[in-house]
C-alpha cells in the first residue's frame, strides 16, 4: 500500500506500510489509529504501569541525541509489545515516535506535514511546560529545537500559526496529562482534582482513557 500524502485520514492504514525502517517486535496488525488512540501495545520505553514516576527515570540514551524519531528506535525495540493492537488503552510514548516515524515519510517528508497540518488559517495555541526538576518555564520562544528545524519553526510563528498562551494559571503548570492517564489507569480517585469537574463527569460517564 502507497501512502500519497493523506495519512491523517489514513487511520486504518497498517503502520508496517506506512514505515519503510525495520519495527522488530511491533505487530504488523499496528494502524495509525491505534497509535493515534493509545491503543496499539507497543513497548513503550518510558512505560509508567512499570517505571513509576516517570521523573525519576532516566533515557538510556543521552537526550541531546534525540533529534528525531530514528534516534528513539533503539529504545523502542527493546522489549516486548504489551498486548495485542486494539486490545485496551495505554499511554504511550513509543506509539507517538512510530507517528513521527509515519509522518516523516508521507510523501514530501516533514515539509508536507507541516503544510499539510497548517493549512486554511490552522492556529497550534501552546500551553507553557514546566520543567518537573528544574522548574524552568518552557514557552514557544524558548524551545530547544535542532538547527535543521529552527527556520521552518520560526516562519510558523511569523505567520503565526504557533501561537503562545499567555493567559495561563501558573498553579496548573504541575500538573501533566501523562499523570493523569496514569493515575486513571490505576483506579485512582487523585485525578479528577487535576482537571475540570466536567472532564471527570465525561471521563467517567464515557469510561475514557480505561477507566473502570
Given at each position: 500500500?502507497?501512502?500519497?500524502?493523506?495519512?491523517?485520514?489514513?487511520?486504518?492504514?497498517?503502520?508496517?506500510?506506512?514505515?519503510?525502517?525495520?519495527l522488530p517486535g511491533v505487530s504488523a496488525a499496528v494502524t495509525i489509529g491505534?497509535?493515534?488512540?493509545?491503543?496499539?501495545?507497543?513497548?513503550?520505553?518510558?512505560?509508567?504501569?512499570?517505571?513509576?514516576?516517570?521523573?525519576?527515570?532516566?533515557?538510556?540514551?543521552?537526550?541531546?541525541?534525540?533529534?528525531?524519531?530514528?534516534?528513539?528506535?533503539?529504545?523502542?525495540?527493546?522489549?516486548?509489545?504489551?498486548?495485542?493492537?486494539?486490545?485496551?488503552?495505554?499511554?504511550?510514548?513509543?506509539?507517538?515516535?512510530?507517528?513521527?516515524?509515519?509522518?516523516?515519510?508521507?510523501?514530501?517528508?516533514?515539509?508536507?506535514?507541516?503544510?499539510?497540518?497548517?493549512?486554511?488559517?490552522?492556529?497550534?495555541?501552546?500551553?507553557?511546560?514546566?520543567?518537573?526538576?528544574?522548574?524552568?518555564?518552557?514557552?514557544?520562544?524558548?524551545?530547544?529545537?535542532?538547527?535543521?528545524?529552527?527556520?521552518?519553526?520560526?516562519?510558523?510563528?511569523?505567520?503565526?500559526?504557533?501561537?503562545?498562551?499567555?493567559d495561563v494559571n501558573h498553579a496548573y503548570l504541575d500538573i501533566h496529562s501523562?499523570?493523569?492517564?496514569?493515575?486513571?489507569?490505576?483506579?485512582?480517585?487523585?485525578?479528577?482534582?487535576?482537571?475540570?469537574?466536567?472532564?471527570?463527569?465525561?471521563?467517567?460517564?464515557?469510561?475514557?482513557?480505561?477507566y473502570g
Amino acid at each position: 500500500m502507497r501512502v500519497d500524502g493523506a495519512l491523517a485520514t489514513e487511520v486504518v492504514s497498517v503502520l508496517v506500510d506506512v514505515v519503510s525502517v525495520p519495527l522488530p517486535g511491533v505487530s504488523a496488525a499496528v494502524t495509525i489509529g491505534h497509535l493515534l488512540t493509545h491503543t496499539s501495545g507497543v513497548y513503550d520505553y518510558l512505560d509508567e504501569e512499570v517505571i513509576g514516576d516517570p521523573d525519576d527515570f532516566e533515557l538510556p540514551i543521552a537526550p541531546s541525541k534525540l533529534l528525531g524519531p530514528r534516534d528513539y528506535l533503539p529504545m523502542l525495540v527493546a522489549g516486548p509489545a504489551k498486548f495485542e493492537p486494539g486490545a485496551r488503552f495505554s499511554y504511550s510514548n513509543g506509539g507517538f515516535v512510530l507517528l513521527g516515524l509515519a509522518l516523516e515519510e508521507v510523501d514530501g517528508g516533514i515539509l508536507e506535514s507541516f503544510g499539510r497540518l497548517f493549512k486554511n488559517n490552522l492556529k497550534l495555541f501552546v500551553y507553557p511546560f514546566m520543567e518537573p526538576r528544574t522548574k524552568k518555564l518552557m514557552t514557544v520562544e524558548t524551545l530547544d529545537l535542532p538547527q535543521e528545524l529552527r527556520q521552518l519553526y520560526g516562519y510558523l510563528i511569523e505567520r503565526g500559526c504557533i501561537v503562545q498562551l499567555t493567559d495561563v494559571n501558573h498553579a496548573y503548570l504541575d500538573i501533566h496529562s501523562h499523570e493523569v492517564l496514569r493515575k486513571i489507569g490505576r483506579a485512582s480517585n487523585e485525578w479528577e482534582a487535576m482537571v475540570p469537574p466536567e472532564v471527570a463527569a465525561a471521563i467517567k460517564a464515557r469510561g475514557l482513557f480505561g477507566y473502570g
